[in-house]
């Protein structure tokens, strides 16, 4: 039995990557329409799972709450797409109207124009509860917030890697989480004795751990060696500290949704994939580590930037 289930449990992984692999590197409609089955997947299903805790709410509260967050969420998508000129190809023809369109939706404006909208749009969360006649009104803000902040943003940031640094890039970091929850499990399995939060996850071990960690350094390192251009924008040392940051929040990010379902006393979250469970189950350690991708990148930006003036001034 433990055999059928650990092998439904590979085929499964090995569609997914397939299905993930082809979308981000096709093109940008295929990774939009992929994200946007993710985003609204996983809000829907953070809405079922999350219901005994909120069923004590009103029913507005419960099903405008949920219907309110998803249109927000991707009110704040579309947003993001429009701001990088993914819908430009809609705008054909040789009227004037349509010149206008295709110069508008083909102009690509910084990620920082989008921040501008972010902030207002959740603060009408709060706005929606006054209609709400929720008997705990922050407790569904709470939910709400928690979403937005634990679904929508990691997607979202997940397009500012792919329009800003490449598909490659957002495919590579990816995979360095896949990497590291894969070889965490099979260095557990050969090596693992010590128990690491026994509360939330009795099967993790230290070593099993420790063992992607070190595996994921690894595989971040040989990025640089792929005869892919885009992947060389970032030095091995850099691959290596960004491969650190994402092993260490993987982790963490898979603790977390235990931590969630263990709150909701449920075993999964959903019936995404055979073996795997629902969204959260498959995304959470994504949903936490592309934030610390973003930061890292970011960083390694600025120490590069502050480098070159160095060296010009010098």
Same mark, same amino acid.
């Given at each position: 039995?433990? +055999?059928?289930?650990?092998? $439904? @449990?590979? +085929?499964?992984?090995? *569609?997914?990557?397939? *299905?993930?692999?082809?979308?981000?590197?096709?093109?940008?409609?295929?990774?939009?329409?992929?994200?946007? +089955?993710?985003?609204?997947?996983?809000?829907?299903? #953070?809405?079922?799972? %999350?219901?005994?805790? @909120?069923?004590?709410?009103?029913?507005?509260a419960l099903k405008g709450s949920r219907n309110f967050v998803i249109v927000v969420s991707v009110l704040i998508f579309l947003i993001s797409l429009l701001t990088n000129g993914v819908f430009k190809e809609v705008a054909l023809g040789d009227s004037l109207f349509a010149k206008l369109l295709h110069n508008l939706l083909s102009r690509k404006f910084p990620f920082a124009d989008l921040a501008v909208f972010v902030p207002p749009l959740v603060f009408v969360i709060f706005f929606h509860e006054l209609f709400s006649k929720a008997e705990e009104p922050f407790t569904n803000i709470g939910w709400n917030i928690i979403a937005i902040f634990y679904i929508t943003i990691p997607i979202i940031l997940s397009l500012y890697i792919y329009f800003e640094h490449g598909r490659w890039i957002l495919f590579a970091i990816i995979g360095l989480v896949w990497i590291n929850d894969a070889m965490a499990y099979i260095s557990g399995l050969l090596f693992g004795k010590k128990k690491m939060f026994t509360r939330l996850s009795p099967s993790k071990t230290i070593e099993g751990m420790i063992g992607g960690v070190v595996l994921t350094l690894l595989a971040g390192y040989l990025f640089t060696k792929l005869p892919i251009s885009e992947l060389k924008i970032f030095s091995p040392l850099q691959w290596v500290t960004i491969a650190f940051f994402m092993s260490v929040a993987a982790i963490f990010g898979d603790l977390v949704e235990s931590l969630l379902k263990r709150s909701l006393q449920i075993k999964d979250t959903g019936k995404l994939l055979p073996g795997?469970?629902?969204?959260?189950? @498959?995304?959470?350690? #994504?949903?936490?580590? $592309?934030?610390?991708? *973003?930061? *890292? $990148?970011?960083?390694?930006?600025?120490?590069?930037?502050?480098? %070159?003036? $160095?060296?010009?001034?010098?």
């Open positions: 039995m433990k +055999l059928k289930n650990f092998v $439904i @449990r590979v +085929l499964s992984a090995i *569609v997914f990557v397939a *299905v993930m692999a082809s979308c981000i590197l096709w093109n940008g409609i295929s990774f939009s329409l992929l994200f946007l +089955l993710i985003l609204l997947g996983s809000l829907y299903e #953070f809405y079922q799972i %999350t219901f005994n805790k @909120r069923n004590h709410l009103s029913p507005y795997h469970g629902g969204f959260l189950d @498959r995304f959470d350690a #994504f949903f936490v580590a $592309i934030p610390f991708a *973003v930061m *890292v $990148i970011w960083i390694i930006q600025q120490v590069s930037y502050l480098q %070159t003036l $160095i060296e010009y001034l010098g």
